[in-house]
């Protein structure tokens, strides 16, 4: 894989990557060192790596430079970045199965954080956890692996249904928009009692009183 990322440097940059190895013995040298760094990531990583040195680099990148290009390739495979991708886990977690999920790598990376701790605990516990497994499955996927396609339940979840229908009630009968009332009452989605319901309710309070409006929210 080595010698394709050379050939298409040598091939996009011509003289200007040629000349930075004056015998064949430091090309050899830059070819092992440029292996031992690049040995995780898979042919299609580097292929899409190299693509973007094209398009975006006068001159050949360093090891360093390349390996940054490779840590940011989301994009490139059409996936989400985490902070994305965490707000759609979080907001999805009470009924991961009837959520039509924006990519695969979502779904996984939230199923092995797990369901129950997205919904219970902090963010600061959770979204840590979360990036990990997300950088995993983005990495499979980069690689070419299939992943599954998460099933969509047929039967109606009654209660996320219901609390929904809540939702969108509070935020008409408040003339709230939409938006601004799954804002508020995100807090529902959180199990009754739980440190974090509290946490996130507080918030919401104080978003509240910042917009000057004197709304209760429902426990």
């Not at 040598?10 to 003289?15: D, F």
């Not at 605990?121 to 996927?141: A, G, N």
């Not at 809540?166 to 009452?185: A, H, K």
């Amino acid at each position: 894989m080595i010698n394709m990322v050379f050939t298409r440097f040598m091939a996009i940059y011509g003289h200007k990557f040629k000349s930075s190895f004056e015998t064949e013995a430091e090309m050899r040298i830059a070819k092992r060192e440029w292996a031992m760094s690049l040995g995780n990531f898979s042919e299609n990583e580097l292929v899409a790596a190299v693509s973007i040195c094209k398009e975006t680099l006068s001159w050949a990148p360093s090891i360093a430079e390349f390996l940054v290009i490779l840590q940011n390739l989301n994009s490139a495979f059409g996936l989400p970045d985490v902070r994305s991708a965490y707000r759609e886990v979080c907001f999805n977690a009470l009924s991961p199965s009837s959520h039509s999920w924006s990519h695969n790598v979502v779904y996984h990376a939230g199923r092995l954080t797990g369901w129950f701790e997205l919904r219970s605990e902090p963010e600061k516990q959770t979204f840590p956890l979360f990036s990990y497994h997300f950088d995993i499955m983005c990495h499979r996927f980069r690689k070419g692996e299939i992943l599954e396609q998460p099933v969509m339940v047929a039967i109606e979840d009654k209660q996320t249904s219901t609390l929904f229908s809540f939702i969108n009630q509070w935020s008409i009968d408040n003339e709230l928009s939409p938006e601004v009332g799954s804002s508020l009452l995100y807090y529902m989605t959180k199990p009754v009692g739980s440190r974090t319901r509290a946490t996130f309710k507080a918030n919401s309070q104080q978003q509240l009183n910042e917009m000057s409006l004197s709304i209760t929210l429902p426990d």
